[in-house]
């Protein structure tokens, strides 16, 4: 006759083979720490983020110190405005803390702000395109509607089905342009970083 196993013992022989690995989980933890202090930096752009690391202790700083590093890099991202610009080039002091040689990092800050800034433009500038492209078809359906309804009715064009996903087409290209870049930016402040 087989044996019945309580859910519990179904639960022991599936978690055998997982044993918590305190220093794994010790190293997770410290990371999140160094995430933490960056959100500490973005609450008070005064801190010191060099002498906070020393606060900690030096068998856990390097882990705190990388965690804060990903943290960094995961904000350093294409902006959807020039209030995210500024949040992106408020990283450069927190970067600055971080790496043990900085000299090169304000050159790769100049060059990926110069880009971003050229990115939020070639937005702005491939939105009023399309719009000024879909003025004369959005007239006409206004002139069409005022005919049908004896109303004036005042249509945008982002509620186009044909200008969205032209407008959403066109806006994922040049994305993917700028991702390249910012992703090539990461690489570079990645090879500042040392361990």
């Keep these: 006759m087989a044996e019945i196993k309580s859910a519990l013992e179904l639960a022991l022989e599936r978690t055998a083979d997982v044993k918590s690995d305190k220093a794994s ?14 959100s500490e930096y973005f609450d008070d752009p005064t801190i010191n983020l ?31 405005d020039e209030n995210h610009l500024t949040r992106i080039q408020a990283l450069q002091p927190a970067f600055e803390a971080v790496l043990d040689d900085s000299r090169h990092l304000p050159a790769v800050f100049d060059q990926i702000t110069s880009i971003l800034q050229q990115y939020i433009r070639d937005r702005k500038q491939l939105v009023d395109q399309l719009r000024q492209q879909f003025e004369g078809k959005i007239r006409q359906r206004e002139q069409e509607l005022a005919r049908q309804t004896g109303q004036q009715i005042r249509l945008d064009p982002a509620q186009d089905p044909e200008f969205s996903k032209t407008l959403q087409h066109h806006m994922t290209q040049l994305t993917t ?15 500042l970083y040392k361990a």
């Design 25 to 38: 989980l010790t190293a997770h933890d410290n990371k999140q720490k160094g995430r933490k202090l960056l």
């Design 50 to 80: 060099k002498k906070r690391l020393k606060d900690f202790d030096r068998e856990h700083r390097p882990q705190i110190r990388r965690g804060l590093f990903d943290a960094l890099l995961g904000n350093l991202t294409l902006p959807s």
């Design 177 to 191: 342009q700028y991702q390249q870049v910012v992703d090539q930016a990461r690489e570079q402040i990645e090879g």
